[in-house]
């Protein structure tokens, strides 16, 4: 019965990762098209999903590698 409950609050916090790190991404995305700092945003997003997903984190590290390459002019 144990296990049954955490194996719940395990896909409880995986779930609720997921519609605030998409909720998160997608204001990122819209801001693209409409004012705000969507070069911080979606970053943030993918920050938020990576916590779970590795997909997420693959992508986040790209991100990251480009921006570095852009701070130092390559």
Do not use: D, S
Not at 21 to 43: H, R, S
């Amino acid at each position: 019965m144990r296990h049954i409950v955490i194996r719940t609050l395990k896909q409880a916090k995986r779930l609720t990762v997921m519609v605030i790190g998409f909720t998160v991404l997608a204001i990122g995305v819209v801001m693209i098209v409409l004012p705000g700092p969507a070069v911080v945003v979606i970053p943030i997003g993918l920050a938020i999903l990576a916590t779970e997903f590795i997909w997420a984190k693959r992508i986040l590290m790209t991100v990251q590698e480009r921006i570095n390459r852009m701070r130092k002019g390559k």
